[in-house]
């Protein structure tokens, strides 16, 4: 109610007892005055609080915005080329930070692979020239070799010639085929000049002997200086310089080549085979000619083509010794579609 202008709050309370009627006058001025102080504290909290939380907001944003400043012109740099730019450390925990040392962990890392770039333009150089130089050698050798092989036909000399012609075909080969890939027929060509050229170091011949079962066979293609190392292996350590039979023998067998190298010579024993496919030798020496020894062709085959494919070697001392190689059966259509892919 009011009185006098003023507003109250009457609170009214009745005695059971006396039956009177208790009543109190509350101004209302005196109950709002304490909350309208709280009202008034909470604007005043509420906006110092405003102002901090700005001002800081504003300084952060300032503090993040230079150091994105720093790094775009950092980036600016490192895309017109110019990776030696002075580096403006960064050196804040938050993300920002963590940009910064992943920034300048791959501008190092783009410095190593340039200068690594550099280094392999380098070699590539001096590679070429080294394969010009290869290509001249070659060449020239081929013509002493012509001219030597002229020279002993019309001198009446045909073994020179015939020596002198199997060596310009072995080296035109080795040399001039860069192909990962030959046929059987090029391959057992090869070989056939090899032991053309061999047989002149033992005192007895050196018969070869070839057995296709089908003539379709010879077009398969097959690694490269696959057949010469069984062949020299047979050869100097099997019939050796009293001369023998060394028989190759190409088949077909449940879907896969098999070339046998074999040879009457004096064998070898059980350790000698696993020599010969285990662990190389540092006192072994190399295949004269291809550098490829019966080990090198097993891997070869195996790296390529995994299980069960490689090179057997079966042997009895004093009869006899085979290497049996076991190859995809591919055709040239077959090894065309699989370089395209």
């Known amino acids: 109610m009011k009185i006098d202008g003023r ?53 952060m944003s ?24 002075p580096k403006t450390e960064i050196k804040t925990k938050d993300e920002i930070g963590e940009l ?32 010009l130089q290869a290509q001249i050698r070659p060449h020239f050798l081929y013509n002493s070799l012509n001219t030597i092989k002229y020279l002993a036909k019309i001198n009446g000399v045909p073994n020179i010639e015939e020596a002198s012609g199997a060596l310009i075909e072995l080296m035109r080969g080795v040399l001039g085929n860069s192909n990962e890939f030959l046929s059987v027929r ?10 053309a050229l061999e047989k002149y170091k033992f005192m007895e011949p ?35 310089p009293t001369g023998g039979v060394v028989l190759i023998r190409v088949y077909a067998e449940q879907g896969d080549l098999k070339i046998e190298v074999t040879d009457n010579g004096k064998g070898m024993t059980k350790e000698r085979m696993e020599m010969l496919l285990g662990e190389p030798d540092a006192s072994e020496q190399p295949s ?35 290497a049996e190689v076991r190859f995809p059966l591919l055709r040239q259509a077959d090894l065309s579609l699989k370089e395209e892919r």
């Open 100 to 131: 910064y040392h992943v920034f300048i962990n791959m501008v190092e890392e783009l410095k190593r692979l340039m200068a690594d770039i550099r280094t392999s333009e380098k070699k590539k150089r001096e590679a070429e020239l080294t394969a």
């Open 206 to 240: 050196i018969k070869l002997q070839t057995q296709i079962e089908d003539d379709e066979l010879l077009a398969c293609p097959v690694l490269k200086l696959m057949i010469q190392p069984l062949v020299e292996n047979a050869i100097v350590h099997g019939v050796g």
């Open 7 to 59: 507003s109250y709050i009457v609170v009214r309370r009745p005695s059971s007892y006396t039956g009177w009627t208790t009543l109190a006058l509350i101004p209302m001025d005196s109950l709002l005055s304490e909350s309208t102080r709280i009202r008034n504290l909470m604007i005043e909290v509420s906006v110092i609080v405003f102002a901090v939380v700005l001002i800081g907001s504003l300084q």
């Open 186 to 195: 090029e391959e057992l060509d090869y070989v056939a000049s090899y032991v």
């Open 62 to 85: 300032s503090r993040t915005t230079i150091h994105i400043r720093r790094l775009k012109s950092m980036m600016t740099r490192v895309k017109d080329g110019n990776l030696s730019f």
């Open 288 to 322: 004269r000619f291809s550098g490829m020894g019966v080990r090198n062709v097993h891997e070869r085959i195996y790296r390529m083509y995994g299980e069960p494919y490689g090179v057997k070697l079966y042997s009895e001392p004093g009869l006899y010794t085979t």
